[in-house]
């Protein structure tokens, strides 16, 4: 059974830097993508970030330029480094993974994964 383990999420003053962690455990996927969404409360879900086997990466509009996906050696955590953040990206943040080779613009939608974690809540204060 594969598991997605967020942390890191918390309390952030406006204009200051956050990092999320995803670990996963339970399977071994040689060809994946691995994806950071969020939430606000009253929102639908917004795509954030997308990381690929192959190094591949993904950005949504609002994370270009501030946000970097990144993972580990052993590719098995993924990382979310957020900077200057914004009140309104307050949002319970979620990881998501995907076993496939392929690769799009297509991997922005949240119904395209398989597994999810449980998410973290980070709040942006103004």
């Known amino acids: 059974q594969v598991q997605l383990v967020e942390s890191g999420g918390g309390l952030v003053q406006a204009g200051g830097s956050v990092s999320l962690s995803c670990a996963a455990s339970?399977?071994?996927?040689?060809?994946?993508?691995m994806a950071w969404f969020r939430q606000a409360p009253g929102k639908e879900r917004e795509f954030v970030a997308a990381l690929g086997h192959t190094g591949n990466k993904l950005y949504g509009d609002s994370a270009k330029g501030r946000f970097t996906i990144s993972t580990d050696n052993a590719k098995t955590t993924v990382y979310l480094q957020m900077n200057s953040l914004k009140p309104e990206e307050t949002a319970v943040y979620y990881c998501a993974l995907v076993a496939t080779s392929a690769w799009g613009n297509y991997l922005m939608e949240g119904s395209r994964y398989d597994y999810w974690g449980q998410g973290t809540q980070v709040t942006v204060s103004s």
């Open positions: 339970g399977g071994t996927f040689s060809r994946y993508v």
